[in-house]
């Protein structure tokens, strides 16, 4: 019930204007990075609270679609083989993910939905620019990269 009352909190406060980039829940600023909190980064219970609108994709905005493609491709291109490289990735993913939130211009369930993907992502990306260990890093991009491909199951 906690977790469902959470949850309802931080889809309010992130669906009341997403255009306030400056949101605590968009920028998540705490600094404890013990191990419970990073095994939290690769929870997945967020994906059963996803849904299709009555079968078929939700319609998102061109520019969260053109930024999804540019986190992905940054995720391919940039070279991580160090802790700075990982964070340096972490850093332009963030620029991106910011430019959607700050240009989204989504209503209702599709952008409910939306946002129920797109914070643990935010979560993830805050972990990535925080890492500790090469081992650490590898295991959240890859996250990320799984994450980003869901986005095209729930939406077009």
């Known amino acids: 019930m906690k977790k469902i009352i959470g949850l309802l909190f931080v889809i309010t406060t992130l669906t009341a204007s997403c255009k306030n980039t400056n949101k605590k829940t968009a920028t998540d600023t705490s600094t404890d990075s013990t191990t419970s909190q990073t095994d939290a980064l690769f929870e997945t219970a967020w994906m059963n609270d996803l849904s299709l609108n009555n079968g078929r994709k939700w319609e998102a905005n061109k520019e969260t ?8 491709t940054l ?6 083989h160090t802790i700075e490289e990982y964070v340096h990735l972490a850093s332009k993913l963030n620029v991106v993910k910011n430019q959607i939130v700050k240009e989204c211009t989504m209503k209702g369930a599709s952008h409910d939905n939306l946002h129920l ?3 643990p992502l935010i979560k993830k990306i805050k972990g ?3 890492v ?13 990269e799984e994450h980003l491909k869901v986005y095209a199951t729930y939406f077009q």
Do not use: D, F
């Open 65 to 72: 679609t053109e930024g999804v493609l540019k986190m992905q």
């Open 75 to 80: 995720l391919q291109s940039e070279t991580t």
């Open 117 to 119: 993907w797109l914070y």
């Open 128 to 130: 990535l620019s925080e």
């Open 132 to 144: 500790k260990s090469l081992e650490e890093a590898l295991k959240l991009k890859q996250s990320i």
